[in-house]
């Protein structure tokens, strides 16, 4: 599989205009297109929400993924990519998608409406880390006091690690989040975030650490720019969840597909292109600490 995309490196290095052909390559690989209405047929394909969260550049990968849930799961399977949580949320809450690969922070605040399907296991933990990286050229940057009037990127405004996490880390400090960088913007990607702080634009940004980790592996040339300062503590690993109101046969049969996967050679392999170990269930409470967080800093649910 060494010309797959998933794995190509040379992918990374796309100039715009080539990016702009894959991405329109990329919703036709993977049948990308507005959700339908409602689960309404037993021939309506099941359809999965995903955020640029999930690495880019991996057009087969998320061919082959699809064709082996398709014959685990015996229907077809569509994934729905959309730009942010916020969209992905919206469309999970209006039942237009079944289920989503979804970041801890914006399912504890809707987690009410929604339901814990599976947990990715990252180097046998059911956890991740938030990594605050900065620019490797400025070597006095080396804890987060040291980008106090500094440009700082986030990537996603629902993202645990790459705002909720920060903005406590600072509020914890004694500063206030809204007053203590000289700019911020968001990236809508992990990714971006690491090529932001990578290129000088932003002095330091806060990203996924399961995101800065595979890319290191796959796309070294991506993160060499960039340096970790801290870790927070480990949080929930990003979760599947499903919508409520899809029936629980289909709940069970996709959670079994995922629990699987490790022990089929095809999943097993993909999984290893994920740089996952497999899944497993969890208790709603691995996600109790985002929680807190988000309650301590009073932020706005929508």
Not at 15 to 43: E, I, N
Not at 53 to 58: A, E, M, N, T, Y
Not at 181 to 199: M, N, P, S
Request: proline share 7%; glycine share 6%; with cysteine.
């Amino acid at each position: 599989m060494k010309n797959d995309p998933a794995i190509n490196p040379d992918m990374a290095a796309a100039p715009f205009s080539r990016r702009t052909a894959l991405k329109a390559l990329f919703a036709q690989a993977v049948g990308l297109s507005f959700p339908l209405p409602g689960h309404s047929s037993v021939d309506a394909p099941l359809r999965i929400g995903l955020t640029p969260v999930f690495l880019d550049d991996q057009i087969g990968f998320l061919t082959h993924w699809r064709e082996w849930l398709e014959r685990k799961l015996g229907q077809r399977v569509q994934f729905v990519q959309r730009g942010s949580y916020r969209e992905v949320i919206e469309l999970l809450r209006t039942s237009k998608i079944d289920f989503a690969w979804l970041c801890g922070y914006p399912y504890v605040r809707y987690r009410d409406e929604l339901r814990l399907v599976a947990v990715p296991l990252w180097r046998g933990e059911p956890t991740y880390h938030s990594y605050l990286i900065v620019d490797r050229s400025q070597p006095q940057l080396r804890r987060l006091t040291d980008l106090r009037r500094k440009v700082f990127a986030y990537s996603d405004p629902d993202s645990n690690s790459g705002f909720l996490y920060p903005q406590y880390s600072i509020a914890q400090s004694g500063e206030n989040p809204a007053k203590f960088f000289a700019r911020t913007f968001f990236t809508w990607a992990h990714r971006k975030v690491i090529e932001a702080v990578g290129t000088g634009l932003a002095a330091g940004g806060a990203v996924d650490g399961y995101v800065w980790e595979t890319l290191a592996e796959i796309y070294p040339q991506l993160v060499q720019g960039t340096q970790i300062i801290e870790r927070s503590p480990p949080f929930g690993f990003p979760p599947f969840v499903a919508n409520k109101n899809i029936p629980e046969a289909l709940e069970t049969r996709f959670r079994t597909a995922l629990l699987n996967m490790a022990d089929d050679a095809n999943g097993a392999q993909l999984l290893r292109l994920l740089r996952l170990d497999g899944f497993t269930t969890a208790d709603d409470t691995l996600y109790d600490s985002i929680a807190w967080m988000a309650a301590y800093l009073n932020l706005p649910r929508t």
